[in-house]
T-cell receptor, first 113, second 112 residues
Framework: DTEVTQTPKHLVMGMTNKKSLKCEQH?????MYWYKQKAKKPPELMFV???????INESVPSRFSPECPNSSLLNLHLHALQPEDSALYLC????????????FGPGTRLTVT | GESVGLHLPTLSVQEGDNSIINCAYS??????FIWYKQESGKGPQFIID?????DKRQGQRVTVLLNKTVKHLSLQIAATQPGDSAVYFC???????????FGTGTQLKVEL
């Protein structure tokens, strides 16, 4: 199974809402990633988890809170977002942190109203 | 190239023709290069990689060429098919780098 799954596919939330994005992989990968992608732009790295520990935070605002409950799951908790946070949020995994062949999920299309 | 622009460069080719997608990079210390493909509604997908000690690498219907002298690499797709329609990103990696940084991307449109 070389699939990374993400839920939900689409999410609309208000600026005062709290929501979570979920990502799952069963490839035994030990590194997992969150990326943000705006329309017609490349994905931009937000967070890296390695062996369930936060390894890289690309100076992401605290209204985005990642969590890695176990080696297969990665969450992104959202609170008090701004309309400019509307984007496609992609999750990816790789065998370990030093590997650049990453497997991406289809993403969650987030709209903040 | 690597800079982020407002508009996505577009390459239109006829089905069956060969496609050449270019990528310029700025850091001469980059020593590993990756190409990803992102189809509409999907996440990026790894295509092929090349290390700086090589100048050519071939995969299935794809070839990557690296010219370190002018800091340029290209992705060649043979006999382009409708399923090749996607945005293609190059990602230069610098030795010891620990994160994937995508270039601007090129939209490939295959005309029937």
């Amino acid at each position: 199974d070389t699939e990374v799954t993400q839920t939900p596919k689409h999410l609309v939330m208000g600026m005062t809402n709290k929501k979570s994005l979920k990502c799952e992989q069963h490839m035994g990968h030990r590194a997992m990633y969150w990326y943000k992608q705006k329309a017609k732009k490349p994905p931009e790295l937000m967070f890296v988890y390695s062996y369930e520990k936060l390894s890289i935070n690309e100076s992401v605002p605290s209204r985005f809170s990642p969590e890695c409950p176990n080696s297969s799951l990665l969450n992104l908790h959202l609170h008090a977002l701004q309309p400019e946070d509307s984007a496609l949020y992609l999750c990816a995994s790789s065998q370990d942190r030093g590997r650049f062949e990453q497997y991406f999920g289809p993403g969650t299309r987030l709209t903040v109203t | 190239g690597e800079s982020v622009g407002l508009h996505l460069p577009t390459l239109s080719v006829q089905e069956g023709d060969n496609s050449i997608i270019n990528c310029a990079y700025s850091n001469s210390a980059s020593d590993y290069f990756i190409w990803y493909k992102q189809e509409s509604g999907k996440g990026p997908q790894f295509i092929i990689d090349i290390r700086s000690n090589m100048d050519k690498r071939q995969g299935q219907r794809v070839t990557v060429l690296l010219n370190k002298t002018v800091k340029h690499l290209s992705l060649q797709i043979a006999a382009t098919q409708p399923g090749d329609s996607a945005v293609y990103f190059c990602a230069p990696i610098t030795g010891g780098g620990n994160k994937l940084t995508f270039g601007t991307g090129t939209q490939l449109k295959v005309e029937l």
